[in-house]
């Protein structure tokens, strides 16, 4: 499969990311960080950023937590590069456009 129109989403690692998000709960934890947000930033476009970056280097931390408990050094890589192809900005956008219309989808 390219790089390119997954369901919808910019690529298939980027909409896998946003199905497991949804999957795993974890959407609910960055609607609450996207409401945390507000609080102190009122830039849509810069709360947008702060949870990309937020979700980068939690799945990020998780690689390297998995390393430490034993993942080979190649899954790692692969793992790893496969997150560098997901468009986190795509990802955020949708959570914090579920936020601002009241949902939890």
Same mark, same amino acid.
């Given at each position: 499969?390219?790089?390119?129109?997954?369901?919808?989403?910019?690529?298939?690692?980027?909409?896998?990311?946003?199905?497991?998000?949804?999957? %795993?709960?974890?959407? %609910?934890?960055?609607?609450?960080?996207?409401?945390?947000?507000? %609080?102190?930033?009122?830039?849509?476009? %810069?709360?947008?950023?702060?949870?990309?970056? =937020?979700?980068?280097? =939690?799945?990020?931390?998780?690689?390297?937590?998995?390393?430490?408990?034993?993942?080979?050094?190649?899954?790692?890589?692969?793992?790893?590069?496969?997150?560098?192809?997901?468009?986190?900005?795509?990802?955020?956008?949708?959570?914090? =456009?579920?936020?601002?219309?009241?949902? =939890?989808?």
């Amino acid at each position: 499969m390219s790089d390119t129109q997954c369901n919808g989403w910019k690529n298939r690692q980027t909409w896998l990311v946003n199905l497991w998000i949804h999957e %795993s709960g974890e959407f %609910s934890y960055y609607i609450d960080r996207a409401v945390a947000l507000t %609080s102190t930033i009122d830039d849509r476009e %810069s709360i947008i950023r702060h949870i990309a970056d =937020d979700m980068r280097a =939690d799945y990020a931390d998780q690689i390297c937590d998995n390393v430490d408990r034993g993942m080979s050094l190649m899954f790692s890589d692969l793992l790893g590069h496969a997150l560098a192809c997901v468009d986190w900005h795509t990802i955020a956008t949708h959570i914090v =456009d579920e936020f601002a219309n009241g949902g =939890d989808q």
